[in-house]
């Protein structure tokens, strides 16, 4: 267990989720769904994951990445589409600039706010870079 005061109070995904206690790295992590109205200031603002997509020139919104490792960051990811058994994914292609027509993302809706589940991300392709608003995926 850890001692109150190396850890973060935070409950899971929204307000009244389950509370617990986290360490700052864990609340402050691309993809983690601990929730604390705090945050901006706890972690300050929330980088840029750049991800290195192998297996495909084009990354859609309504599809999936599983992540090779354990940080989104800078990360490997395997681009699965919009068909994979969602058991498969760790993560879910939001929105892409594709349906911008080309211009970066600069911000990303996030589907549970105050949480880093939903993180600005540049998709590098063997075709060429891209940017995309991800969301990662927690549970069954």
């Not at 929330?46 to 991800?51: D, F, T, Y």
């Not at 993302?105 to 993180?119: A, G, H």
Request: proline fraction near 7%; include cysteine; glycine fraction near 10%.
């Amino acid at each position: 267990m850890r001692s109150q005061k190396s850890c973060v109070p935070v409950s899971y995904k929204l307000p009244d989720g389950p509370g617990l206690c986290e360490s700052k790295a864990d609340v402050c992590a691309l993809g983690s769904p601990m929730y604390t109205p705090d945050i901006e200031t706890i972690c300050g603002a929330a980088p840029v994951a750049h991800i290195y997509v192998q297996n495909t020139d084009l990354v859609e919104a309504g599809g999936c990445l599983s992540l090779e490792g354990t940080a989104w960051v800078t990360g490997t990811a395997s681009y699965l589409g919009a068909g994979a058994p969602g058991y498969q994914c760790h993560a879910f292609v939001d929105r892409t600039d594709l349906e911008t027509g080309g211009v970066p993302l600069t911000v990303c809706q996030e589907y549970y706010p105050n949480t880093r589940q939903t993180f600005l991300a540049e998709l590098t392709t063997p075709a060429g870079t891209m940017t995309a608003c991800l969301t990662a995926h927690h549970g069954a």
